[in-house]
């Protein structure tokens, strides 16, 4: 979901020598408080609106502004536009602006919030061509090279460690090595692993614990102290299981039978 475009600002400039401002020393000496505070009220409702002016153009809608602009002020209708037109007069506001087009703002006003539209635009453009739903270390896009873990992108992620992560066939062909348990075991030991960090395929990296800890799983009937055979070894012990075991069965049925 797109994030909703950010209207207005939240705060402008106030210079701690506004007071000694020639324009503002008029509204003062006319209108004593009321015309700082008429001044600085307007610039919050202007910079807050969404093209930083107020738009008094409409006939049906403008004394309804007015009323809700000097109410903010704390002043009586005549004597709000008494310094409205004071504020024109000496160029708190554009004159042409508000006689030509009914709205009350300045050059000055545009120009810093230009700025900062500016920013906000060039932000949204960045934050817009961000890759998103691929971390860091899953993608090629910034290093130009294929990690272990970039390949995990090409099928659904089933388990999460930090920054790395695991596929459901890698996850399967571990238990099958190791048993559910012991590999579930290692994936929360992972999860709360410092230096994980530091490695870059979790596949590999439970493949490498579970062989250190001894636990791949034997078939039934070699001893436990035993080392797992591999190749055409571990075939000739099953066979020799199986012989046992048919051996076994064939005495049962003759003492059976006798």
Not at 208 to 233: A, H, T, V
């Amino acid at each position: 979901m797109a994030r909703p475009l950010k209207e207005g600002m939240d705060y402008f400039p106030h210079d701690t020598d506004a007071a000694n401002d020639e324009k503002i020393e008029v509204l003062r000496s006319l209108y004593g408080n009321d015309g700082y505070a008429f001044y600085f009220i307007m610039l919050e409702r202007i910079y807050r609106s969404k093209n930083f002016e107020i738009n008094v153009s409409d006939a049906e809608t403008r004394e309804e502004t007015y009323q809700i602009l000097s109410r903010k002020v704390s002043v009586t209708r005549e004597r709000f536009d008494q310094i409205l037109q004071t504020a024109l007069k000496w160029g708190c506001f554009n004159q042409q602006w508000y006689d030509e087009k009914g709205i009350i703002s300045s050059d000055g006003i545009k120009k810093r919030s230009g700025i900062v539209t500016e920013k906000r635009a060039a932000m949204r453009i960045k934050y817009n061509n961000k890759p998103t739903g691929v971390s860091a270390s899953e993608t090629t896009q910034e290093t130009g090279e294929e990690t272990p873990q970039s390949k995990v992108k090409e099928s659904k992620v089933y388990i999460r460690a930090q920054h790395l992560s695991m596929t459901k066939k890698e996850y399967d062909k571990l238990t099958d090595m190791y048993g559910k348990r012991n590999v579930d075991d290692k994936i929360e030991y992972a999860k709360n692993y410092r230096k994980l960090k530091n490695y870059k395929s979790l596949y590999r990296t439970l493949n490498n614990w579970l062989k250190k800890d001894g636990k791949e799983q034997r078939p039934k009937g070699i001893p436990k102290d035993n080392p797992r055979p591999s190749g055409r070894r571990e075939e000739n012990l099953l066979e020799l299981v199986r012989a046992r075991e048919e051996k076994e069965r064939k005495q049962h049925e003759q003492s059976a039978g006798s």
